[in-house]
């Protein structure tokens, strides 16, 4: 990979390309004004268990109660004009001048990587990381303006993710404010879509040789994620014979041949893993026929399944393919299990990440995957995520940095 250094206040030319930015002293006062009296209180903070429900707002009262206001300040204000950044998939970018001035303030390397025309991931480093924080930068459609209120922030990205970005940094800040190191941050394009961030990323490897965990963040409600299922994605086609409404029998429906393999398919039982919860399969897309008064000679839908490790579900809709019926698999991703870690509490989760893709910069390949707010909440149009979520987020993410730090 092409690296070219320029000053912070110099051009942008193509390519990946880093952005040294040494903390002057206007830097190092904000840096220091998150220490406060109470930061053994932090300490002692990253110490106390991670119990999502019952536990997660002791977690965030103590977060706050032992560091500056002026973290959580950061906190909530930067999270606010994160989301007032459009950033849906492909047009990323949008929000790379807010984020870019986030992650400047805290100094570090800032390195961008241009993925593609509007889309950059940025990776920023602490010295040499052993710890590196990760999420992704876009969200899904369509795109809704922050609301805050005395409790939270309510917008597109609250969440998923832009509410783990700010979550990820607000810890990284607390652990400068001691003087740790060794840390960074990688902010990738296109999770909700394509993951081309992530698979771009992998070309960032050489510049994380020490690195010892990833920590990705999704919106988890604090509980570390057991691993993810794998992904199918299968086209399945019904070839027919059309004829005239009023005659049917003088043709073949292909409608009717696909909705009875759909059925089949839905009576077939479908495994569990204690780990990673049940294979399951949602019917996206059906598309069948062309006129009203047309028997349907073509038909066709895509399922999206959730699958297991030793899953038979292509071999189980291959096998009751009816005559004419085609099997396309588009898109084939295995499932993953993540390393437990003693202290945490861990959750089987419905949703897949860029975590599988990801892990592959770390040597041994060790990840966590978890962070504050509900998935029930992504993907709304009342995503949302509170303050005190927020600084839970930041606590735990600090607790799990301190584990591979070796504090």
Request: hydrophobic share 40%.
């Amino acid at each position: 990979m092409n690296l070219v250094t320029r000053h912070e206040r110099g051009g942008s030319p193509k390519g990946s390309r880093i952005i040294a930015a040494p903390l002057d002293d206007e830097a190092k006062a904000r840096r220091l004004s998150c220490r406060s009296p109470g930061m053994e209180g932090l300490r002692q903070c990253g110490e106390l268990s991670s119990a999502a429900f019952q536990g997660h707002r002791r977690h965030a009262e103590g977060f706050m109660n032992a560091t500056a206001a002026t973290l959580q300040d950061w906190m909530n204000s930067g999270l606010e004009r994160l989301c007032a950044r459009d950033t849906t998939s492909g047009q990323e970018d949008r929000g790379l001048e807010e984020l870019r001035r986030l992650l400047l303030d805290l100094g570090g390397t800032l390195q961008e990587q241009p993925v593609a025309p509007g889309r950059t991931n940025l990776l920023v480093r602490w010295g040499e990381p052993r710890v590196l924080f990760s999420t992704h930068l876009d969200t899904v459609p369509p795109y809704f303006p922050p609301r805050r209120d005395a409790l939270g922030i309510e917008g597109r990205g609250a969440c998923d993710a832009k509410g783990q970005v700010i979550a990820q940094l607000g810890a990284i800040r607390s652990l400068l404010a001691e003087g740790r190191e060794n840390l960074g941050w990688l902010g990738v394009v296109g999770e909700e879509t394509d993951s081309a961030g992530a698979l771009a990323a992998r070309n960032l490897k050489s510049h994380l040789p020490g690195l010892r965990v990833l920590i990705n963040g999704e919106p988890t409600d604090l509980r570390l994620a057991t691993g993810q299922r794998g992904v199918q994605h299968l086209h399945l086609h019904c070839q027919g014979r059309s004829a005239h409404s009023g005659s049917p029998e003088r043709g073949e429906s292909a409608a009717w041949a696909l909705l009875d393999w759909l059925r089949a398919l839905r009576e077939l039982p479908r495994p569990r893993d204690p780990e990673l919860g049940p294979e399951v399969w949602n019917l996206g897309l059906l598309r069948a026929g062309e006129a009203l008064n047309s028997v349907p000679a073509e038909a066709e839908a895509e399922l999206l399944a959730r699958v297991l490790t030793g899953s038979r579900f292509l071999e189980d809709v291959q096998s009751l393919r009816p005559p004419g019926g085609r099997v396309d698999l588009r898109l084939q991703e295995p499932p993953d299990h993540y390393p437990i870690l003693p202290g945490f509490e861990y959750a089987t989760l419905p949703f897949g990440s860029d975590a599988p893709a990801l892990r592959d910069l770390v040597l041994d390949r060790t990840v966590v995957l978890a962070g504050p707010g509900s998935i029930t909440s992504a993907h709304t149009a009342e995503e949302r995520i509170t303050f005190t979520e927020l600084a839970a987020g930041a606590a735990l993410n600090r607790r799990l940095a301190l584990r591979f730090l070796g504090a």
